[in-house]
């Protein structure tokens, strides 16, 4: 016998479930006076710095179906490319924006909605700068464990190019799936959970 | 943020996730994962500033009652019905040492086992004092509270005859984002644990126990309250004490 090495094992993940809005977006989900506000519903104000960008889309089935039960979360780096928590030492980040944004489908569309602000580049491990990107994360009834995703832009085609995550997709045609469509300053992103279009989803 | 601003930002990238600990995307007993699973294999990464960082909760948004599920929601002077408990616990990382600052929801059906939810669909009735979510910030080492009532368990539409055990649903920002986690607390001695699809999604046998609670007499409120114990433990990081610094960066 030896030492044991004393690791925990984490916390198994259980699926959100079809009432997450319960506990995660109470006033959304029509529970008011408990919270003066759902935490995430916004992520700048006034004095944000930074080009103002809409993120939207949908999170969609193998069926092709929207998801109306669904929580989106985002989190990004601010407009320099600094993140607001004490884990970035780099630098100081824009005290005027959260950088996490979360968002339940509609029950209607099944749209999210994120107002925000471009990002900035941050660098990767090596140094080298990723492309701007946002971070996502999805959960629903049906899904056992939160999926992580990133949505990339369209209007970056050289800072993508060079991107160290992007370049790791083996099969090229799947780097669309990250990459989200623009109309002036909104930024589409649809979520295909499985089919043809199956987005990239990161064991992180 | 000021709550935990004199410990040490960590900053290192967190263990890889045990995938094989985990329930997989696909469970076809749990009927919903068969359209909602993802069917390709995840891109591996090691962690960038995206998931290392995340967002951080200071106790300022915290409510008087938001840590009590008995009264947050009930008029004045009135409470939840219910049996009458404590949750409590510690949020650790997986080399044992406390998370300070970690924000919990959590959310829960009522007495009967009916949520109060426009979509729900069960005839047990709603309690008008019950709101069903809560949430609280743990302490320096890692502690957490809060007080509830005993939700019941609630038939579901999956197979004919389903069942929910008895549950509260927790979601848990721990300080990086690859942390993030929502999983659900089990109560001991709950025959329904082992016959629910959802609980078996999970294939390891530890890995359920560890999300059942046992009624922690020792933090009872007597006259009061009864108490369960529930820790969670999210991923932990690599030590950057002796990292290798590439040249030039
Ligand atoms: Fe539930």
């Known amino acids: ?204 | 943020m000021s709550d935990i601003s004199n410990t040490k930002p960590e900053t290192g990238a967190f263990f890889p996730r045990d995938r094989a600990w985990h329930a997989p995307a696909l469970t076809p007993a749990y009927k919903t994962s068969v359209l909602r699973s993802p069917q390709k294999a995840l891109l591996a990464l090691d962690n960038t500033l995206s998931e290392i960082t995340g967002p951080v909760f200071g106790h300022a948004i915290l409510g008087e009652l938001d840590d009590d599920l008995i009264h947050n929601f009930a008029k004045r002077g009135e409470s939840a019905i219910g049996e009458r408990i404590i949750v409590h616990g510690r949020v650790l990382d997986e080399r044992g040492r406390p998370v300070p600052g970690a924000l919990l929801e959590f959310w829960q059906a009522n007495a009967g086992g009916r949520y109060r939810h426009k979509k729900e669909s069960y005839l047990a009735p709603l309690d008008p004092n019950f709101g069903g979510c809560g949430r609280t910030i743990t302490g320096a080492d890692g502690a957490y509270r809060f007080r509830t009532i005993k939700p019941g368990p609630y038939p579901w539409p999956n197979g004919p005859n389903d069942w929910r055990p008895a549950h509260i649903h927790f979601s848990v920002f721990g300080h990086g984002f690859a942390q993030r986690l929502i999983t659900q607390m089990y109560f001991e001695g709950d025959p329904l644990i082992w016959r629910c699809p959802i609980v078996s999604t999970i294939p390891d046998r530890r890995a359920i126990e560890l999300l059942i609670a046992p009624l922690d007499m020792a933090n009872t409120i007597p006259m009061d309250a009864r108490a369960y114990k529930f820790d969670i433990v999210l991923r932990g990081r690599r030590s950057t004490l002796f990292e290798n610094r590439m040249e030039g960066n």
């Open chain 1, 1 to 204: 016998m030896v030492q044991e090495l004393g690791q925990l094992k984490e916390t198994a993940s259980q699926t959100a479930g079809p009432y997450v809005h319960i506990g995660c977006t109470p006033n959304f989900a029509g529970i008011t006076g408990v919270y003066e506000a759902d935490l995430g519903a916004s992520m700048v104000n006034d004095r944000t710095r930074g080009q103002r960008i809409t993120i939207c889309g949908r999170v969609i089935d193998g069926a092709g179906t929207p998801l109306k039960d669904a929580m989106v979360e985002i989190w990004q780096a601010d407009a320099a490319g600094f993140y607001n928590s004490p884990s970035d030492l780099r630098g100081q980040a824009d005290p005027n924006f959260t950088g996490w944004g979360r968002c339940p489908t509609s029950a209607d569309t099944g749209e999210y909605v994120f107002e925000t602000v471009k990002p900035g580049r941050a660098p990767f491990k090596d140094g080298r700068l990723m492309a701007p990107h946002i971070t996502v994360w999805i959960v629903a009834r049906g899904i056992n464990i939160g999926l992580h995703t990133r949505l990339y832009f369209p209007d970056e085609v050289e800072a993508n190019a060079e991107d160290p995550l992007l370049a790791r997709i083996e099969h090229r045609h799947r780097v669309e799936t990250l990459i989200a469509s623009v109309e002036g300053s909104v930024y589409t992103f649809d979520i295909h959970l499985q089919g043809e279009k199956e987005t990239v989803f990161l064991d992180i």
